[in-house]
């Protein structure tokens, strides 16, 4: 397959990590705090729910860990998700000036954005392993299943991200759908509650948002410590959806990018 052999070439593989460095710091340029803002909105965002929940509704612990711990777990792959998906739906769009140069990779302009994304979220994997240490939950070998299901998220982002930023440059409006889209599934997420609380018949329903495995993923690995294939039903689902996507987005991306030129 193509897309896995421009992967494997290690020229290309310099400049997406060189392009993503770019974009992060370009992205954030123009104010007098650049980068750390990258890290500053996450960082207000996670307070401003805590209070809310923690403080001002006085949510309990959750199976005796601290709401705290149990809220940032599901949050920060949220967070990459989100970021990642909205920024490289219009990432073709933005970048038409490449797509027209004969020797650039046009399927390398999605992958940038979720690098840049990719570099934001190992900083707030780290946060958590830090935040852990300080209520005394010490790393075992559980936790180097963080990996695992960091290539899940990156699997799906970029199965998505191929099909939105494919689709925008026909059509406008994918944006604002994505963006859409992305409050909905904030909401439907097991972030703020646990998925044993929901109503067993629509149970069923919610589990077939692939962010489950992910959310759940996260807090088996830092909290639970559940190996991720205990689960088999939801991780053979999740495998099949995304592997599903990605194929789709593939030969999508590739049938429509001979047609990129001539709209932009």
Same mark, same amino acid.
């Given at each position: 397959?193509? +897309? /896995?052999?421009? *992967?494997?070439?290690?020229? %290309?593989?310099? #400049? ?7 974009? @992060? ?103 958590? +392993? /830090?935040?852990? *240490?300080?209520?005394?939950? %010490?790393?075992? #070998? ?7 299901? @960091? ?114």
């Amino acid at each position: 397959m193509q +897309f /896995i052999y421009e *992967l494997k070439n290690k020229e %290309n593989y310099r #400049l997406l990590y060189e392009m993503s460095r770019k974009d @992060l710091y370009i992205k954030y340029s123009g104010s007098n705090l650049g980068l750390m803002w990258a890290y500053i909105q996450p960082f207000l965002s996670i307070l401003i729910f805590w209070f809310v929940f923690q403080v001002g509704f006085k949510s309990a612990p959750v199976d005796d860990i601290p709401f705290i711990l149990w809220f940032i777990t599901a949050i920060v792959p949220w967070f990459f998700f989100s970021d990642a998906l909205a920024t490289t739906t219009p990432s073709v769009v933005e970048n038409s000036y490449l797509v027209k140069k004969i020797n650039f990779k046009i399927i390398l302009m999605p992958l940038i954005k979720i690098f840049s994304s990719l570099i934001i979220h190992i900083f707030f994997i780290m946060f958590l +392993f /830090i935040i852990f *240490l300080l209520y005394g939950f %010490n790393p075992d #070998l559980y936790t180097i299943q963080v990996f695992y299901y @960091l290539l899940c998220s990156t699997l799906l982002i970029t199965g998505l991200s191929l099909i939105t930023s494919s689709l925008m440059v026909f059509f406008k409006d994918i944006s604002q759908i994505v963006s859409m889209v992305l409050q909905f599934g904030f909401w439907l997420t097991p972030i703020f509650y646990s998925i044993t609380n929901i109503p067993e018949k629509y149970v069923t329903f919610v589990k077939l948002n692939p962010l489950v495995y992910i959310v759940n993923g996260y807090r088996d690995t830092f909290i639970y410590k559940n190996w991720f294939w205990e689960d088999t039903n939801l991780m053979l689902y999740f495998w099949a959806i995304t592997i599903l996507i990605l194929s789709f987005g593939v030969w999508m991306f590739k049938k429509l990018k001979p047609h990129f030129s001539d709209v932009l």
